[in-house]
């Protein structure tokens, strides 16, 4: 490229400095200039492209009250550079944007809308990119480039301070995977951002994620980990007193999932970070002296799930499956050892134990895990989000699914939802709406076989004999009522029902992907699965002739013979 004239202007730190160090090594001359500056100190240089970073790298409580002078400045900067010589401008912003939220998929993509509170602080990133379109309405070529977590403590990111210190605070019964950047790649990232002329909004993260437990472990040698209310107390109080940079609402970063995609500044920027999460996180260590490197696992699930986790409590896993509810099971041969594929059962017992029993079948009898997609209200718990999390829960959406389908994933699903775990004990085997036909459209789009899965016993564990409509209730739990069973909510203790699952046969849809935006035939098919699945649950029940004992398959782990139902194909 033909060396171009580079101004950075702003709050110009460490990475303005590295990336300007970057630029200079290339080629092109390079300026930096203060928010403040003049028109006429542009026009001198006369830049073609400029790198602006709009804000001081410290939340202090005393700097956020000049966040409006932050911005006014940025919109009189980008005015007084105005010259035919100007083609581009980067903005350096920062991927919080979207928000830490339950309702997060993971990896989001630049279209994903922000979740951010009104009232947040970090919305100034929002306000600056608004100004940086604004400004540019064809006039030149602009572009924000939302940062993940720079592991550079001079830039003041939240994560990078939690794990700086000698003791830390995280938020108990959480656990998300967090990206974490070197000060190179972050700052190659902009280099490539300046030097290119696509337009728009580009995610910065390099390749996999760390846990933020692990992560810790290795960088803190101190953790006490704190509730949420005592948290936001604490947390506001010490900004407001000025002795923390950051206000309390930053804890939220480590609380949910808001991973980001770098997709399209791969295809787009051409750029790739050398290092990972995980080697990211090493150099920092090794570079500050402190922590234990050697705590860290190569790699890490994008979604959280930890099979260490998985084998440390299989003794209780295998209590409950084998000893407590004493799980038989049928046509395991059915669930593919490899491949994708979607398991779709009948959800009740309002708790998640059924997903459990499945995922410890599955595991023990075919060697791979499932990934159930959850919803996300049971996310909002603390203790329960890290469970699910570890166990291979993901957020419930169709882009989850095709991320995991992708990489040859078992999927499982509960397509009636949180209307099925909650039915009422009369009728409660009486499958109701498979949801929005969710299930039938990622199948048919992803063309992968849909098993079966039918499971009785579980609706006795918590059989529901009565509800109370409470708003309240609804707007802290996402229940649509508190329900009453013969142990629950007094005593919380599932009963000892004996468990049955029968694994049918994989149905195919027969389809092509296109067809998933074909309503009446997405339909169809998930009639004929939730008909499939209600003839297996009824021929069950029909055999069944307690609810706390007794077996009716033929074979324990295996296909039941000359009793076969009708075929189940589409």
Known sequence: MTPCPVAIVGHAGVLARTAGNALQERGHPVAFFESSASAAELARFRPSRILCFPFRASMAHRRTARLGEDLAALEILLAAALSPELVRVVLRSHAFVYGSSMKNPGLLHEARASLLPKASL???????????????????????????????????????????????????????????????????????????????????????????????????????????????????????????????????????????????ACRQLGFTAQSDSVQALRQFLRNSGQGRPDKLKECYDDFGLDPEYLEKYKLWFNFLRKLYWRVESEGIEHVPATGPALLVSNHRGFMPFDGVMHRSLILEARKRHIRFLVIPSLFKFPFLSDFLIRQGGVVASQENAGKLFERGELVGMFPEGINGAFR???????????????????????????????????????????????????????????????????????????????????????????????????????????????????????????????????????????????????
């Not at 203790?493 to 092509?512: D, E, F, N, S």
């Open 122 to 264: 970090y919305r100034r990133w929002l306000s600056a990119e608004e100004i940086l379109w604004k400004a540019a309405r064809n006039r030149f070529s602009a572009a924000a480039l939302r940062l993940a977590t720079v592991l550079e403590p001079a830039e003041r990111d939240f994560i990078t301070w939690l794990l700086s210190g000698r003791a830390s605070a995280p938020w108990a019964g959480y656990n998300p995977p967090v990206q974490l950047l070197t000060l190179s790649d972050a700052a190659g990232a902009l280099v490539a951002g300046v030097l290119s002329d696509a337009p728009g909004i580009f995610n910065i993260s390099p390749p996999g994620v760390v846990s933020f437990r692990r992560a810790l472990q290795a960088s803190v040698p101190f953790r006490f980990p704190a509730g949420g209310p005592l948290q936001s107390a604490a947390r506001r109080l010490l900004w407001r007193s000025g002795f923390s940079d950051f206000p309390a609402e930053s804890i939220e970063q480590v609380r949910y999932n808001w991973t980001i995609s770098s997709e399209r």
């Open 424 to 570: 009422m004990y009369r009728g409660a085997y009486q499958l109701g709406e498979m949801g929005k036909d969710a299930f039938a459209r990622m199948a048919i789009a992803n063309n992968i076989p849909v098993i079966p899965a039918a499971t009785v016993g579980h609706v006795e564990i918590f059989p529901i004999l009565a509800r109370l409509n409470s708003s309240a209730v609804t707007r802290f739990s996402g229940w649509p009522f508190l329900p009453i069973t013969p142990t629950f909510p007094l005593l919380p203790v599932p009963l000892p029902t004996k468990w049955h699952i029968r694994y049918a046969p994989p149905i195919l849809t027969g389809l092509r992907p296109e067809d998933a935006d074909n309503r009446r035939q997405v339909r169809e098919f998930s009639n004929h699965v939730r008909d499939v699945l209600q003839r297996h649950i009824n021929e069950m029940l029909a055999r069944r002739k307690h609810i706390f004992y007794g077996k009716i398959f033929e074979r324990p782990g295996s296909l039941t013979r000359g009793r076969s139902l009708p075929a189940d194909k589409p």
